[in-house]
């Protein structure tokens, strides 16, 4: 698994972290939009993908969209919204119980982090695709330093994804990975849940073990 950018360059390399970290908040947060179907099936992510070891197989890119779209509208809510799927909330991954402890530490990280929730989310604020969406936010932020405020602001920001991850999507993000491959039977959902499940075992290992992989 490779992340289409050289780590030599760390600004690159935050941008292009930021990147798969936005595709996978797009994949969970909610329903797909014929916009973002289209986004999938543009040349520049389907690239990105495949060099991520990600591939949705060639229905997914000749389904007629509107089609394709109604099918992944159905297979979403059976797998995140209606009873006897897969719950996309950290408190209720980890506690059993919506809004628990882990919701109200996300909302500080969010807060210190200057982090405001889409306007048109009416989730759960520690929704895997807001946390997903969060860690995102934070690697930008880390690739602007770089840019324009140096290595000291830039190690401020990879803090910050640091304790995020070691607090909370490393402790419950491959496990609604592994359960989302399990019931889907979508190549869409079953593809971007083994790159969650991948992703951010990658990222535990640099950021929070400090192994270089």
């Not at 289209?38 to 690239?47: D, Q």
């Not at 799927?85 to 969010?110: C, H, W």
Request: proline share 3%; glycine share 6%.
């Amino acid at each position: 698994m490779t992340i289409v950018a050289q780590k030599k360059d760390k600004s690159d390399y935050a941008r292009a972290r930021s990147n798969v970290y936005k595709l996978l908040s797009i994949a969970f947060i909610k329903e797909l939009s014929p916009e973002s179907i289209e986004m999938f099936r543009g040349n520049s992510i389907k690239e990105t993908l495949k060099d991520l070891g990600t591939a949705f197989g060639e229905v997914f890119y000749n389904r007629e969209p509107t089609q394709l779209c109604e099918e992944l509208a159905e297979e979403y809510a059976a797998l995140f919204i209606l009873p006897g799927g897969v719950n996309p909330t950290e408190s209720v991954t980890r506690a059993g119980l919506y809004m628990q402890i882990y919701a109200d530490q996300a909302v500080k990280f969010y807060k210190q982090c200057g982090f405001i929730l889409p306007d048109d989310f009416r989730g759960f604020p520690d929704h895997i695709g807001i946390e997903l969406e969060f860690i995102s936010h934070l690697s930008q932020k880390e690739a602007s330093a770089y840019q324009n405020s140096g290595d000291d602001e830039a190690k401020r920001w990879i803090e910050f994804q640091k304790r995020f991850l070691e607090n909370h999507l490393s402790k419950w993000a491959q496990e609604f990975a592994k359960k989302v491959a399990t019931y889907s039977d979508k190549p869409f959902y079953q593809e971007m849940a083994k790159l969650l499940h991948e992703f951010i075992s990658l990222e535990t290992n640099e950021l929070v073990e400090g192994i270089n992989t």
